[in-house]
Protein backbone atom coordinates (compact mmCIF):
# COMPACT_ATOMS: atom_id res chain seq x y z
CA UNK A 1 0.00 0.00 0.00
CA UNK A 2 1.30 3.29 -0.67
CA UNK A 3 1.90 6.86 1.02
CA UNK A 4 -0.78 8.77 1.38
CA UNK A 5 -0.13 12.12 -0.81
CA UNK A 6 -1.62 14.68 1.03
CA UNK A 7 -0.64 15.28 4.81
CA UNK A 8 -3.40 14.49 7.62
CA UNK A 9 -5.90 17.88 7.65
CA UNK A 10 -4.75 18.81 4.20
CA UNK A 11 -6.69 17.92 1.23
CA UNK A 12 -6.76 18.63 -3.16
CA UNK A 13 -8.89 21.65 -4.01
CA UNK A 14 -10.27 21.79 -8.19
CA UNK A 15 -10.03 24.92 -9.36
CA UNK A 16 -13.63 26.04 -10.53
CA UNK A 17 -13.44 29.30 -12.22
CA UNK A 18 -11.50 32.78 -12.16
CA UNK A 19 -12.54 33.69 -8.71
CA UNK A 20 -11.31 30.31 -7.31
CA UNK A 21 -7.71 30.61 -8.96
CA UNK A 22 -7.74 34.69 -7.68
CA UNK A 23 -8.25 33.31 -4.49
CA UNK A 24 -5.77 31.05 -4.24
CA UNK A 25 -3.25 32.35 -6.16
CA UNK A 26 -3.96 35.84 -3.39
CA UNK A 27 -3.40 33.56 -0.57
CA UNK A 28 -0.10 31.72 -1.74
CA UNK A 29 1.48 35.28 -2.84
CA UNK A 30 0.58 36.86 0.46
CA UNK A 31 1.54 33.50 2.78
CA UNK A 32 5.17 35.09 3.18
CA UNK A 33 3.77 38.04 4.68
CA UNK A 34 1.47 35.84 6.66
CA UNK A 35 3.78 34.13 8.80
CA UNK A 36 6.05 36.97 8.63
CA UNK A 37 9.02 36.05 6.20
CA UNK A 38 9.01 39.62 5.25
CA UNK A 39 7.15 42.86 5.84
CA UNK A 40 6.49 44.11 2.64
CA UNK A 41 5.49 41.75 -0.39
CA UNK A 42 8.28 42.83 -2.46
CA UNK A 43 11.02 41.93 -0.43
CA UNK A 44 10.30 38.03 -1.25
CA UNK A 45 11.80 37.05 -3.97
CA UNK A 46 10.59 33.45 -4.58
CA UNK A 47 7.18 34.09 -5.54
CA UNK A 48 5.23 35.18 -8.86
CA UNK A 49 3.49 38.26 -6.84
CA UNK A 50 5.94 40.96 -9.13
CA UNK A 51 4.66 38.89 -12.25
CA UNK A 52 0.97 38.77 -11.34
CA UNK A 53 0.25 42.21 -9.13
CA UNK A 54 3.16 44.09 -11.13
CA UNK A 55 3.87 42.85 -14.06
CA UNK A 56 7.47 42.43 -13.45
CA UNK A 57 9.93 39.36 -15.34
CA UNK A 58 12.97 41.01 -13.61
CA UNK A 59 13.18 38.54 -10.80
CA UNK A 60 12.05 35.75 -12.18
CA UNK A 61 10.00 34.85 -15.54
CA UNK A 62 6.71 32.99 -15.53
CA UNK A 63 4.11 31.05 -18.08
CA UNK A 64 0.74 33.07 -16.39
CA UNK A 65 -1.81 31.17 -16.08
CA UNK A 66 -5.13 33.04 -17.33
CA UNK A 67 -8.24 31.51 -16.48
Avoid: A, C
Avoid at 35 to 57: A, I, K, M, Q, T
Amino acid sequence: MGRPIWQQGYYEHIIRDRKDFETKLDYIHKNPLNVGLVENLDDYPFSSYRNYYLDDNSVIEIDRILV
